[in-house]
T-cell receptor
């Protein structure tokens, strides 16, 4: 069945450094790739997304890249801050109502 | 707008007990979902609904039931609680596909979660 693999499961960076989280999807029909941020005790919140007809999208310190051929997409956070510490989920959607989530990456930003 | 509101936030159940997790949204979204999140795992879809009166099974529906009598409400029922149902449960919704910017159509809005322990 459809699957989204996410790496790493845990990531620790120094404040100001960059963080990169990578995902791979299996369903070639996937055409929408959102990223969610989950803070402690809260529900996931959409932070950025990318559609299959776009290779890269940037929003201030966060950016997403998509390689459709390799079925890879990545989240890049630059100039990390302590408030970026959270669990990040990638997801892939192929239409319909089914969004497949990765297992999550716990990001720690050390001050 | 309050968004997606789910209750209770925390609950301890004994094996075999029943309970209902309540979920309501005030954004007039047609689509609603229930997910569970196990420690270190991603989100698994339990049930979803595309509108009032219509529900369907997700990836892990066993042991659960849902109903959707109104657009706003989507309760999740556990009939005979089992330890395997210990998890964090998230209710979510997303907008009608028509009449909105594409990005807004696809975004899923989550509640804050319900922590359920079955002992």
């Amino acid at each position: 069945g459809e699957n989204v693999e996410q790496h790493p499961s845990t990531l620790s960076v120094q404040e100001g450094d960059s963080a990169v989280i990578k995902c791979t999807y299996s369903d070639s029909a996937s055409n929408y790739f959102p990223w969610y941020k989950q803070e402690l005790g809260k529900g996931p919140q959409l932070i950025i997304d990318i559609r299959s007809n776009v290779g890269e999208k940037k929003d201030q310190r966060i950016a997403v890249t998509l390689n459709k051929t390799a079925k890879h997409f990545s989240l890049h956070i630059t100039e990390t801050q302590p408030e970026d510490s959270a669990v990040y989920f990638c997801a892939a959607k192929a239409g319909g109502f089914k969004t497949i989530f990765g297992a999550g990456t716990r990001l720690f930003v050390k001050a | 707008n309050a968004g997606v509101t789910q209750t209770p936030k925390f609950r301890i159940l004994k094996i075999g007990q029943s309970m209902t997790l309540q979920c309501t949204q005030d954004m007039n979204h047609n689509y609603m979902y229930w997910y569970r999140q196990d420690p270190g795992m991603g989100l698994k879809l339990i049930y979803y609904s595309v509108g009032a009166g219509i529900t369907d099974k997700g990836e892990v529906p066993n042991g659960y039931n849902v109903s959707r009598s109104t657009t706003e409400d989507f309760p999740l029922r556990l009939e005979l609680a089992a330890p395997s149902q210990t998890s964090v449960y998230f209710c979510a919704s997303s907008p009608n596909r028509q009449g909105l910017l594409l990005r807004l159509r696809r975004a899923i809005y989550f509640g804050e979660g319900s922590w359920l322990t079955v002992v």
